[in-house]
């Protein structure tokens, strides 16, 4: 399903990391971890196609990302990967169903069958009460689960997460981690999750640990 082979990635005279190798089967969740600037978000960047490597390979679906040119990376990185970050990034002057919608819009979908995969995914996620409101009438989960919800909208091969809980309390954030596992379990989701959360961690199928740019372990 992913498969990372020996990543390479400096910025400047910092070399962040240093030959990261790895495989992620299909429908399973998959923590990162390790101490902050051990390379995790570079990482997942460089996997989510927001950056380049300097050096080795990331496939995704058998497609060999570093192959492709900015107007193929951008399309790809819309219809086969979903991103859910530690600040949700919802749009205040939209709804939370037409910050679903987004995403499907940019793609070129067609804006009923959008709409109508928005007000389903805010369905299963327990929102649907919500799709009339903007983000400031929203708790801090119910707008994660929204931006949950536009990262699932296009039906993306993978889910990345980049401290997706870090902002929220401690009942949110459970609510929040127990919804990965649903969507695994209900839709075969693969998740791919950057957390500093060992209770997290801990109850993902894997755990990858990351030192100084080098993955060190597994668990």
């Known amino acids: ?4 082979k020996d990543l390479h990635k400096s910025f400047g005279s910092l070399e962040v990391l240093r030959g990261v190798s790895f495989e992620i089967e299909r429908g399973s969740v998959v923590s990162i971890v390790g101490a902050s ?14 950056s380049r490597a300097d050096q080795g390979e990331v496939l995704i679906d058998g497609v060999a990302t570093e192959k492709l040119n900015d107007n193929e ?5 819309n219809r086969r990967i979903g991103f859910v970050f530690q600040a949700h990034n919802l749009l205040p ?10 995403p499907g ?33 929203m708790s801090g989960g119910e707008q994660q689960r929204v931006a949950v919800a536009r990262a699932l909208i296009n039906g993306p091969a993978v889910l990345l997460a980049d401290e997706p809980s870090g902002n ?8 929040l981690h127990r919804l990965f596992f649903d969507l695994r379990d209900r839709t075969g989701q693969t998740v791919v999750i950057v957390t500093h959360d060992e209770e997290l961690a801990s109850s993902t199928d894997r755990t990858l640990r990351l030192v100084d740019g080098r993955l060190v372990g597994e668990e």
């Open 105 to 137: 819009f940019i793609g070129g979908s067609d804006k009923e069958e959008v709409e109508a995969q928005a007000v389903e995914l805010l369905r299963q996620l327990d929102l649907s009460d919500r799709a009339m409101h903007k983000p400031a009438q």
């Open 168 to 175: 929220l309390d401690t009942h949110n954030r459970r609510e």
């Open 1 to 4: 399903m992913i498969v990372v």
């Open 37 to 50: 600037g051990a390379g995790k978000t570079t990482l997942l960047q460089i996997m989510g196609t927001l």
């Open 93 to 102: 002057e939209f709804t939370a169903l037409e910050n679903v919608c987004i």
């Open 73 to 77: 990376l951008s399309t790809f990185r």
